[in-house]
């Protein structure tokens, strides 16, 4: 199968990958200063949150030529992940039901060890047939014991909590088992999909992320549904007990800055550097690897399987293995993101911001280049947040020969929210015009 991406540019200027990132900078303190330093800071940490996300998209898609659909269904998974190691348990919901919960996940294993020893045992009609009746047992057994269960899970205290809640560890911790989590997922999905033409795997890991939201929205014992998750643990101290510290108090006298506003800069800036710290150690293990055999081999994978199959590589294996780091790296950011946001909200998670928008990044950036991927996640996200206000002032001022009071100026100043999408399509075909390979290229190592 030939590469889905362009062929790399020959020599990249040192130039092209500083001065555009230089140029963001710029962009984001005069936000400070036009705006205000808390929306500048608001930017920056999920700017930085989209990159590791595209990062894990690059490293599929870049790397390797696997259309990934379904950003949004890792994501989430990531998110969830929060809730179910940093999270405080529910002992009485624990004691009503959590006994039955675990008895049942123990069956549900039992069943996948079974189903897999009996592919390695039997064969033919009759591997079929003691497998479906293998599982079709599973399923019942294990419905007998989460149905009571769970229905005397979500009875206890609704209103609060009528979910198990999480082991209690520190937040940190469900970053990695975030990673983990979408990585477990993407190996099960991998050995499924990834033998399917390009488009198909597309279609699949798009139809398998609705079914991981459809699944987080309705099965309130572990993560409450719709009703959300609040108030998880953060892993920066909170704005109010910032202001009880006497360091605090100097630093406003200083600055001059009423505390509120301080405060809440002080909590963000923590977080940016708490984000930056994990995309730096991203970014130097994905450019470690890219440089690596194995980079070259992905490459070569990608640019032609036929070829890569006939010198003996084992393609499937590959594909499946940069398939899992790249979902994990995506589970990653979203364990962040919800940390960030401090809840976790199941109909937050849209395939145009977790999906659309990460694809957008990447190929605005330049797919196959990690610092591409990174430098777009800031380019699309930045414009992104600024469309609105800035399409809002922009339509006020050609529209105000107008006046006050017309109907056509009132509903072009009502609508300015949807610049977003003209702006994201805008600056997709701008990019792809001028530079089709994107504004940092991958380069020919």
Not at 224 to 234: A, D, E, T
Not at 270 to 284: G, P, S
Request: hydrophobic share 55%; charged share 15%.
């Amino acid at each position: 199968m030939t590469s889905p991406a362009a062929p790399p540019v020959a020599k990249v200027s040192p130039w092209r990958t500083i001065l555009p990132f230089v140029v963001m900078g710029g962009l984001v303190v005069i936000t400070g200063f036009s705006q205000s330093w808390n929306v500048a800071f608001a930017i920056l940490n999920l700017s930085v949150i989209s990159a590791i996300m595209a990062l894990g998209i690059n490293m599929q898609w870049g790397y390797a030529g696997l259309v990934n659909f379904g950003v949004m269904g890792f994501t989430a998974l990531g998110g969830m992940a929060v809730i179910l190691i940093a999270a405080d348990p529910v002992d009485d919901a624990w004691a009503a039901g959590g006994a039955g919960v675990l008895l049942g996940l123990l069956v549900l294993i039992a069943v996948g060890a079974c189903t897999y020893a009996l592919r390695k045992m039997l064969g033919g009609w009759i591997k079929t047939a003691v497998t479906l009746v293998v599982i079709g047992a599973g399923l019942y057994a294990a419905s007998t014991f989460f149905g009571p269960s769970i229905d005397r899970i979500e009875d206890i205290n609704p209103a609060e909590t009528g979910f198990l809640g999480g082991l209690g560890l520190p937040v940190l911790l469900s970053w990695i088992a975030g990673g983990f989590l979408a990585a477990g997922a993407a190996f099960v999905l991998g050995k499924i999909a990834l033998g399917l033409r390009a488009d198909y795997l597309a279609i699949a890991t798009l139809g398998v992320s609705e079914i991981v939201i459809a699944f987080l929205k309705n099965e309130e014992w572990l993560t409450r549904g719709v009703k959300n998750v609040i108030g998880l643990p953060r892993p920066v101290p909170f704005e109010t007990e910032v202001r009880e510290e006497a360091w605090f108090e100097q630093l406003q006298a200083t600055l001059m800055m009423d505390e509120v506003t301080l405060s809440s800069l002080v909590v963000k800036g923590a977080y940016i550097v708490l984000f930056l710290i994990v995309l730096f150690i991203i970014l130097w293990l994905a450019e470690t690897a890219l440089r690596s055999p194995w980079g070259r081999m992905m490459r070569a994978v990608r640019d032609n399987e036929m070829a890569a199959e006939a010198m003996g590589k084992d393609v499937k294996r590959l594909h499946l293995l940069v398939f899992v780091v790249g979902s994990g790296v995506i589970g990653l950011a979203g364990a962040m993101l919800t940390t960030l946001d401090g809840q976790f909200t199941p109909t937050s998670y849209q395939p145009l911001r977790f999906t659309f928008l990460v694809w957008v990044m990447v190929i605005v950036g330049g797919s196959g280049n990690n610092w591409g991927a990174t430098l777009g996640a800031f380019v699309v996200w930045f414009a992104w947040v600024q469309a609105e206000p800035v399409g809002a002032w922009t339509i006020d001022l050609l529209t105000s020969f107008l006046g006050e009071d017309n109907p056509v100026r009132e509903q072009l100043v009502a609508n300015a929210a949807q610049m977003r999408l003209m702006v994201m399509g805008l600056v997709l075909l701008l990019v792809l015009r001028f530079f089709p390979r994107g504004l940092i290229p991958e380069r020919q190592r």
